[in-house]
């Protein structure tokens, strides 16, 4: 944005844009982002801010070219470029082009409704990738179809995203009716509407579940938005809503090779008080250990939002096929399964997960590649 004004005070540049608004960038900032303090190739910053005095003071601006020229009293001179200053207003984060706004979704959203791509043209096609990531972003879910029939098809899908998180199950999993299950998912019981490795200190971002065979009786989907149970619940039930988001309980896993705590609330906020995480799994919610007096609060706000799991108001229901892998933002959107029968047939899913930092990574870069 061209600039019409620079008004220099001594602790704050005050930047007059031609369209008549003006931004203050203090001192101290422009001093700590001066070019001159970047690595030419890594662009990290190579500048100690402990050698800076602790407010510098800034004795003169002028335009030249597209770099504001700025004079300290220290003697130090910087050539600003202007690009730099329209991108980055204090209290204005720049843009992300890896900031997609949830749409929360709820019985409104069909099976038919649930975008969806088609895995050649996302394998081979940037821009397809770019539309897929953006979708599933957007609502949390999406269903990728007509992946080949081998085992390993979802995971070079996933790995299109980025790197896989590995975690105690492994850097893939067979979900698959098992002898010797150490978890619900490997045998053929329902599985009530979660989110995988609650237990975890970042639990994994998005998860890719394959299927490769879903012959038995039984064995349909089941997914919600579990942003829009919580949106729902601060509307309508705000005591309950902030005890959930304030009330850290304990989940675990353990079996014979992990043993994997943490104690964590089911909502988590950002510091601007919008949704960023929930981590609900009542099959690994380990014992309660919060006050007695907040128990039976907490008890009764749990149980509201378990009871909106429930709700079919809530609900997306549907059996995937082979050559259908779903994917999901596992730190938003609860998934399950009905039980099903392995005496009429084989059931497989094969799974992984990608960070959300991963799949974040890959929206900028696909974001610069199209720009
Ligand atoms: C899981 C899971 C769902 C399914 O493996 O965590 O929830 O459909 N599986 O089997
Ligand atoms: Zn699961």
């Not at 020229?69 to 910087?78: A, E, F, Q, T």
């Not at 200053?85 to 890896?98: E, F, K, Y």
């Not at 942003?227 to 014979?256: C, G, M, N, S, T």
Request: some cysteine; charged content about 25%.
């Amino acid at each position: 944005m061209p600039v019409s004004g620079l008004e220099v005070r001594a602790d704050t540049l005050v930047v007059i844009w031609t369209d008549n608004t003006s931004t203050p960038f203090p001192t101290i900032w422009l001093r700590d982002n001066c070019p001159s303090g970047l690595h030419p190739q890594t662009h990290e910053r190579l500048l100690d801010l402990l050698t800076l005095d602790a407010s510098p003071h800034l004795l003169s601006a002028e335009c030249v070219g597209d770099q504001v020229k700025l004079i300290y009293r220290d003697g130090h001179v910087s050539l600003m470029p202007l690009m730099l200053l329209s991108a980055h207003h204090p209290g204005r984060p720049a843009p992300d082009p890896a900031k997609v706004s949830a749409e929360l979704w709820r019985a409104d959203l069909t099976p038919g409704g649930i975008p969806r791509f088609e895995a050649a043209r996302v394998l081979a096609d940037d821009g397809v990738l770019r539309q897929w990531l953006l979708q599933t972003a957007r609502y949390g879910l999406s269903i990728v179809d007509g992946l080949d029939d081998r085992h390993g098809a979802g995971i070079e899908v996933a790995e299109r995203v980025g790197f896989l998180r590995e975690t105690n199950f492994g850097t893939t999993f067979e979900v698959i009716s098992m002898p010797d299950p150490n978890n619900l998912a490997y045998t053929s019981v329902a599985l009530p509407l979660h989110t995988d490795l609650p237990n975890q200190e970042m639990p994994p971002g998005y998860q890719f579940l394959h299927c490769i065979a879903n012959e038995a009786a039984g064995g349909g989907s089941v997914f919600a938005d579990g942003f829009a149970l919580a949106q729902d619940l601060r509307e309508e039930d705000p005591a309950a809503f902030k005890l959930l988001a304030e009330v850290p309980i304990p989940f675990r896993f353990h079996d014979d090779t992990a043993d994997i705590l943490v104690r964590a609330p089911v909502i988590a906020l950002d510091s601007w008080s919008e949704l960023i995480e929930i981590r609900y799994n009542a099959h690994i919610a380990a014992i309660f250990d919060m006050p007695a007096e907040v128990m039976p609060d907490y008890y009764r706000a749990y149980r509201t939002y378990m009871a909106k799991t429930r709700d079919p108001g809530y609900r997306l229901e549907f059996k995937l096929g082979p050559g259908e892998m779903v994917v999901f933002d596992n730190r938003r959107i609860l998934h399950g399964r009905e039980a099903f029968d392995p005496s009429t047939g084989f059931r497989h899913l094969h799974g992984c997960y990608v960070d959300r930092g991963e799949f974040a990574s890959r929206l900028r870069l696909l974001a610069r590649a199209a720009a």
